[in-house]
Each structure stands twice: as C-alpha cells, then as structure tokens.
Nanobody, 120 residues
C-alpha cells in the first residue's frame, strides 16, 4: 500500500492550492483519511480529517479556509486551501487508516509529503 501526494507549490498570500493524495495497492477498505503539516523547526500537526462517510473536521487555524474531501471510488483525499497565509507554509502529509487486502488489521499509512510555500 502506498500514498502519493501531489499539488504543492509556491503561492502568494491570499491564493489557493489543491492537494491530492491517492492510495494504491492491495486495499480492502480505507477508514479515516487526514492531512497533517510540518513547518521547519516545528512538530507535525493535524490539519483536517475526513471519515469514509465524508464528515470532515478541522484544526481551528484552518477552519473556514481549507476544505477536505475524498473520492472513495478513487481512494483519494483532497485538501482545497484558500486564503493562504505565510504561516501555512509547511510540508503537507496525507495519512490514511487502511485495511489491506488479506489482512485483519488496519494500519496508518503516510504519503511522502508535498511542500506548500506561501510567499510574495
């Protein structure tokens, strides 16, 4: 099982970006999916989560600006980021709680991270 994140880049303050993260491999089911971020010199922090039933939850610092969504048929999670601020600059990581085919246990899997830089 692998998670592949994409969509990061350089954007001006107030701009928007959309991150994607696709899970691939022998997957039986995906439960919770999430986005985390880690800024230089800081700990990794949770940005947003989404259940298989499309219920999203957000960290206070992104509420009203970011929207998490998923396409269960494509095993993909998205993060639409708007009104971006310089303090949103970080490496963004996707995470998924996955039951691999043939396994009895769910495990957490991480994507490789995608850099988001907000700067003028």
């Amino acid at each position: 099982v692998q998670l592949q994140a994409s969509g990061g880049g350089l954007v001006q303050p107030g701009g928007s970006l959309r991150l994607s993260c696709a899970a691939s491999g022998s997957i039986y089911n995906i439960n919770l999916m999430a986005w985390y971020r880690q800024a230089p010199g800081k700990q990794r922090e949770l940005v947003a989560t989404i259940t298989s039933g499309h219920i999203g939850n957000y960290a206070d610092f992104v509420k009203g600006r970011f929207t998490i969504s998923r396409d269960n048929a494509k095993n993909t999670v998205y993060l639409q980021m708007s009104s971006l601020k310089p303090e949103d600059t970080a490496v963004y990581y996707c995470n998924a709680f996955i039951l691999p085919s043939g396994s009895s246990y769910y495990n957490h899997y991480w994507g490789q991270g995608t850099q988001v830089t907000v700067s003028s």
